[in-house]
């Protein structure tokens, strides 16, 4: 077993300055509307990757993925709305604009432990808060995991909501009943077993909390 | 006299009369949850000694997780009579629920030991020594950074056991370990619980499937369906399977293939093989268990057939092409672990016809066949009523009836009997036995035990260090 992914490829950057960085990137993104800026700050976001990632490539495949999803669905909703002329790079643009918001947030989660995240988020909220939140970050690839299982085995049982199938409108309430509404109930239950974990071991008992020294 | 006065006395009444100390004593106990109109523990009268490791048997949905979380303190304020009392006020106790992947809140090994000891505020210069010295005691030689996702089923499970010894606990409850754990995981729970029992820990294990823990446990105690407990004897006997050896059935007979696996290789997201070189064939009727450790590939090999992941090297063949989701729709059928997941609609009815609406067929065949899928799976009654609100081995039934209802030619199920009793378990295996010798159905399942079934299954799969390989059972 590898000992830690949290430590940066060059650099052992601190949590706060990642979370800076990470924010401005992000906030970044909003006001870049040409393709000279929104390359300039995809170049940007790649630096942050490699200088702070251990797995630069499998954050950077995965993200790449990601891109083309939403692309994808965003450019058909503009296309449908605007025609190919007028909707093609306002989509692109939307899609790039959006990618550029989030992507700085799995570099950080990537590159960071959860105890460096409770440790930066505890100056600036109260520690039960910051936990909360670090806990709710963890916890996402393990409700990916639980929607595609839903959605595989819905699919199987007859759901029309195969990308191909997702391109008619009428197939929209498969997704909404067979996926999204057993999705939400997952997850509303997942919640709660996490706060029973969490009560288990005294969480709440106190109102302060202190924190694990190490990574 | 005040209630816990009165508790107090009878403790000291009940350790004079057996002569021995006693740790947690239910006197009386009943419960109901916030809003129920019936009581789901009725009268529950236990006691547990230092060092005793007790486990309470009883069928699915019968209440043993309220009777953990009665015991922590943990259950929501419903109508409550009767005593839980423990032998002194600073004991503490323990919890491990089902699922330990949910219950893992830190990213690094020490960082989840130590949450609870954040909880009590302990100066983070004492955490480190504490941290290791329960890491130690469970025996997991791990580094502090080290990553917990990364950890086996098994490894994680004991990392929740370190977590609570952090706390120093005088009792530790456990919710349904064997179904949660591979055999070496079993194993290594076995040594932890004899060490523990030696220095004075006292265990309470609710399990459907005993017979692995057979050994450290002192007293068997049963939930009944009324919700009032009973002191066993004995340890619970276990169901035997008593239908024909697949060899002498005639669905073993095809020499159909359905499916031809060649050379295959897969590899997850990090680019590392999960196995390779796999090969093997499943004639038409076949019933096939595919068996290994926790996080060895098995659903991944599933998820392989059904096409949903592509194999990076080698070929499969289902009914002669390689597997699509649209192409397989309608003749294969797929169940994933927890399949309660699926249920979305608002009876039990429209549940089962789902599949049957979506291929398409007439009004009147369709209700018959709803009618004889839900009669198979013996859940007829529950026709007209939610899904979301049955039990735990109800909302399993519902979901198998819904693959039953169109008769597939191939089913592939990961890990179907996970957290169903005996009972339950039995009711499955028949229900997928007929299927198979009736219909000519293959089936393909995952499990984690290899004792499981195998007079059941005509082959097995074994699946262990990235290999595959087929054994005759």
């Given at each position: 077993?590898s000992h830690?992914?949290?430590?940066?490829?060059f650099?052992?950057?601190?949590?706060?300055p990642k979370?800076?960085?990470g924010?401005?990137?992000?906030?970044c993104?909003?006001?870049?509307?040409t393709?000279y800026?929104?390359a300039?700050?995809?170049?940007?976001?790649?630096?942050m990757?490699?200088v702070?990632c251990?797995?630069?490539?499998t954050?950077?495949r995965?993200?790449?993925?990601l891109?083309?999803?939403?692309?994808?669905?965003?450019?058909?909703?503009?296309?449908l709305?605007?025609g190919?002329e007028?909707g093609?790079?306002p989509?692109?643009q939307?899609?790039?604009?959006?990618f550029?918001a989030?992507?700085p947030g799995?570099?950080?989660?990537e590159?960071?432990?959860?105890p460096q995240?409770?440790?930066a988020?505890?100056?600036i909220?109260s520690?039960?808060t910051a936990f909360?939140?670090?806990v709710c970050?963890k916890?996402?690839?393990l409700?990916?995991?639980?929607?595609?299982?839903?959605y595989e085995?819905q699919v199987?049982?007859?759901?029309?909501m195969?990308?191909?199938?997702?391109?008619?409108p009428?197939?929209w309430?498969?997704?909404?009943?067979?996926?999204?509404?057993?999705a939400?109930v997952?997850?509303?239950s997942?919640?709660g077993?996490i706060?029973?974990?969490?009560?288990a071991?005294?969480?709440?008992?106190?109102?302060q909390r202190t924190?694990?020294p190490?990574? | 006299?005040?209630?816990?006065?009165?508790?107090e006395?009878?403790?000291?009444a009940?350790n004079f009369?057996?002569?021995r100390?006693t740790?947690?004593?239910?006197e009386?106990y009943s419960?109901?949850?916030?809003?129920g109109?019936?009581?789901?523990?009725?009268?529950?009268?236990?006691?547990i000694a230092?060092g005793q490791?007790?486990?309470?048997?009883?069928p699915?949905?019968?209440?043993?997780?309220?009777?953990?979380l009665?015991i922590k303190g943990?259950?929501p304020?419903g109508?409550q009579?009767?005593?839980?009392s423990?032998?002194?006020?600073?004991?503490?106790?323990?919890?491990?629920?089902?699922?330990?992947?949910?219950q893992?809140?830190?990213?690094?090994?020490g960082a989840?030991?130590?949450?609870a000891?954040?909880n009590h505020?302990?100066d983070p210069?004492?955490?480190?020594?504490k941290v290791a010295?329960?890491l130690s005691?469970i025996?997991?030689k791990l580094?502090l950074?080290?990553?917990?996702?990364k950890l086996?089923i098994g490894?994680k499970?004991?990392?929740?056991l370190?977590?609570?010894?952090v706390?120093e606990p005088?009792l530790?409850?456990?919710?349904?370990p064997?179904?949660?754990?591979?055999p070496?995981?079993?194993?290594?729970l076995l040594?932890?619980i004899?060490?523990?029992?030696a220095?004075g820990v006292?265990?309470?294990?609710?399990?459907?499937?005993?017979?692995p823990l057979?050994?450290?446990?002192?007293?068997?105690w049963?939930l009944?369906?009324?919700?009032?407990?009973r002191?066993?004897?004995?340890?619970?006997?276990?169901?035997?399977?008593d239908?024909?050896?697949?060899?002498?059935s005639p669905?073993s007979?095809?020499?159909e293939k359905?499916?031809?696996?060649?050379d295959?290789?897969?590899?997850d997201e990090?680019?590392?093989?999960?196995?390779?070189?796999?090969?093997?064939?499943v004639a038409?009727g076949r019933r096939?268990?595919?068996?290994?450790p926790n996080?060895?590939g098995?659903?991944?090999?599933l998820?392989?057939?059904?096409?949903?992941?592509?194999?990076?090297?080698?070929?499969?063949?289902?009914?002669?092409e390689?597997?699509?989701p649209?192409r397989?729709?309608g003749?294969?059928?797929?169940l994933?672990?927890?399949?309660?997941r699926?249920?979305?609609?608002?009876?039990?009815?429209?549940e089962?016809?789902?599949?049957?609406?979506?291929?398409?067929?007439?009004?009147k065949?369709m209700v018959s066949k709803?009618?004889d899928?839900?009669?198979r799976?013996?859940i007829?009654?529950?026709s007209?009523?939610?899904?979301?609100k049955?039990?735990?081995g109800?909302?399993?039934?519902v979901?198998?009836?819904?693959l039953v209802?169109?008769?597939?030619?191939?089913l592939?199920l990961?890990?179907?009997?996970a957290?169903?009793?005996?009972?339950?378990?039995q009711?499955?295996?028949?229900i997928?036995f007929?299927?198979?010798?009736k219909?000519g159905?293959?089936i393909v399942?995952?499990?984690h035990?290899?004792?499981?079934?195998?007079d059941?299954?005509?082959?097995?799969?074994?699946?262990?260090?990235?290999q595959?390989?087929a054994q005759?059972v």
């Amino acid at each position: 077993m590898s000992h830690s992914r949290f430590k940066g490829r060059f650099l052992r950057v601190p949590a706060g300055p990642k979370l800076l960085t990470g924010l401005t990137l992000s906030m970044c993104a909003f006001g870049a509307r040409t393709p000279y800026l929104l390359a300039g700050l995809t170049a940007a976001n790649m630096l942050m990757g490699f200088v702070v990632c251990v797995r630069p490539v499998t954050l950077f495949r995965r993200g790449i993925k990601l891109f083309f999803f939403q692309s994808a669905m965003i450019l058909m909703l503009y296309i449908l709305r605007f025609g190919i002329e007028k909707g093609v790079w306002p989509g692109l643009q939307t899609s790039w604009q959006l990618f550029l918001a989030f992507f700085p947030g799995m570099i950080f989660m990537e590159s960071t432990s959860q105890p460096q995240i409770v440790q930066a988020l505890s100056r600036i909220m109260s520690p039960r808060t910051a936990f909360v939140l670090s806990v709710c970050m963890k916890f996402i690839p393990l409700m990916v995991r639980e929607v595609r299982s839903i959605y595989e085995t819905q699919v199987f049982r007859g759901a029309n909501m195969l990308p191909r199938n997702l391109l008619r409108p009428w197939n929209w309430p498969d997704f909404i009943n067979c996926l999204l509404v057993p999705a939400i109930v997952r997850t509303m239950s997942m919640a709660g077993e996490i706060a029973l974990a969490a009560k288990a071991r005294d969480f709440g008992v106190k109102k302060q909390r202190t924190c694990w020294p190490g990574e | 006299m005040p209630f816990h006065r009165q508790a107090e006395q009878f403790m000291e009444a009940l350790n004079f009369v057996s002569g021995r100390r006693t740790l947690l004593c239910l006197e009386n106990y009943s419960y109901a949850y916030p809003g129920g109109r019936d009581f789901v523990l009725k009268n529950v009268n236990m006691a547990i000694a230092p060092g005793q490791c007790h486990c309470l048997t009883g069928p699915t949905g019968s209440g043993k997780t309220t009777l953990l979380l009665a015991i922590k303190g943990l259950l929501p304020p419903g109508r409550q009579k009767g005593a839980v009392s423990f032998s002194s006020a600073s004991l503490k106790t323990g919890i491990v629920l089902q699922n330990p992947e949910i219950q893992i809140l830190g990213s690094t090994i020490g960082a989840e030991v130590a949450f609870a000891l954040e909880n009590h505020c302990v100066d983070p210069v004492l955490m480190p020594e504490k941290v290791a010295k329960a890491l130690s005691d469970i025996g997991l030689k791990l580094p502090l950074e080290g990553d917990t996702e990364k950890l086996s089923i098994g490894q994680k499970y004991r990392l929740i056991l370190a977590a609570l010894l952090v706390m120093e606990p005088g009792l530790l409850l456990l919710d349904e370990p064997v179904a949660q754990l591979d055999p070496p995981g079993l194993e290594k729970l076995l040594t932890v619980i004899r060490q523990l029992k030696a220095s004075g820990v006292s265990f309470l294990v609710c399990e459907h499937h005993p017979h692995p823990l057979k050994e450290v446990i002192d007293t068997f105690w049963r939930l009944q369906r009324d919700g009032s407990v009973r002191r066993l004897n004995a340890s619970p006997p276990q169901i035997q399977w008593d239908r024909p050896y697949p060899g002498k059935s005639p669905s073993s007979n095809s020499s159909e293939k359905v499916i031809k696996v060649r050379d295959l290789a897969v590899v997850d997201e990090n680019a590392s093989s999960v196995w390779s070189d796999v090969s093997f064939s499943v004639a038409k009727g076949r019933r096939v268990v595919i068996y290994g450790p926790n996080g060895a590939g098995k659903t991944t090999l599933l998820r392989c057939l059904n096409g949903f992941v592509r194999p990076s090297k080698g070929s499969i063949h289902i009914w002669g092409e390689s597997p699509s989701p649209v192409r397989l729709r309608g003749r294969v059928g797929s169940l994933f672990q927890n399949p309660h997941r699926q249920l979305f609609e608002n009876t039990v009815f429209d549940e089962v016809a789902f599949t049957l609406k979506r291929l398409g067929g007439d009004r009147k065949s369709m209700v018959s066949k709803v009618e004889d899928a839900l009669s198979r799976c013996g859940i007829s009654e529950l026709s007209g009523q939610s899904p979301h609100k049955l039990s735990y081995g109800q909302k399993h039934l519902v979901a198998l009836s819904s693959l039953v209802v169109y008769k597939p030619q191939l089913l592939l199920l990961d890990d179907p009997f996970a957290g169903l009793d005996q009972e339950k378990s039995q009711q499955v295996m028949e229900i997928l036995f007929d299927l198979s010798e009736k219909e000519g159905t293959t089936i393909v399942w995952t499990s984690h035990n290899p004792d499981s079934l195998s007079d059941w299954a005509h082959f097995a799969l074994h699946v262990e260090g990235g290999q595959i390989v087929a054994q005759p059972v």
